[in-house]
């Protein structure tokens, strides 16, 4: 039976990759030549091919194995994007007031993290679902939260949980920053391998795509 396993694929590897998100839309001409365009999923799905990252034979070898430990397409895993994997800009620290996840009325306790992408048009909220353990920080009107004593955070999830006295009051603005991983699959079952051809510069490919709770 398919499952996630909370395992990173080798880092290395993944900073090398290529690929990046991807939108399904469909597009339709009419008779008189003007368009009618519709999104058929409303959140994007990324995918890179982690073949570029593969340099050496040992890291090869490491890929292997790691696909076999996932029985190629079967178990999901955690992926590190090098272009997007954090609440703030690139190259900006992290803060508590990074991306503003709900509204408290007083009563709820739970928030799920999410980044907004754009502002002015129409701007994608993405959910967040496999924060990095230890990066996450939440603030309450501003006010940084204690971790562990005002909140908790599920890591396979992306959900904050408020303990008891720290719920956020009516009106009050809960705000996170932290980094993530991108939950995502091997998007083949067969790794095709030529070693000469390796041995001569060609790039194994090595499809990953992004899964969707």
Request: aromatic share 8%.
């Amino acid at each position: 039976m398919s499952a996630f396993h909370d395992v990173l694929f080798p880092l290395d590897i993944a900073l090398g990759a290529a690929g990046g998100p991807e939108r399904v839309t469909q597009v339709v001409t009419t008779a008189t030549g003007r368009e009618e365009r519709n999104t058929r999923m409303a959140d994007s799905r990324r995918r890179w091919d982690a073949g570029y990252g593969v340099k050496t034979l040992t890291a090869l070898s490491g890929v292997v194995a790691f696909f076999e430990e996932r029985r190629g397409r079967l178990h999901g895993f955690r992926w590190r994007d090098r272009l997007d994997h954090a609440s703030a800009a690139p190259g900006a620290p992290i803060t508590a007031q990074d991306q503003r996840i709900g509204t408290g009325d007083g009563v709820l306790r739970q928030f799920t993290l999410s980044k907004t992408y754009g502002g002015l048009h129409a701007p994608y909220r993405r959910p967040i679902t496999c924060p990095v353990p230890g990066s996450v920080r939440v603030a309450v009107n501003g006010v940084e939260q204690s971790a562990g004593t005002a909140f908790t955070v599920e890591i396979t999830t992306g959900v904050i949980t408020f303990t008891a006295g720290h719920i956020p009051p009516a009106d009050a603005v809960v705000s996170a920053g932290f980094m993530f991983d991108v939950p995502v699959r091997f998007d083949t079952d067969f790794l095709e391998v030529n070693l000469s051809a390796f041995e001569a510069g060609e790039i194994p490919r090595i499809p990953v795509i992004e899964i969707h709770p």
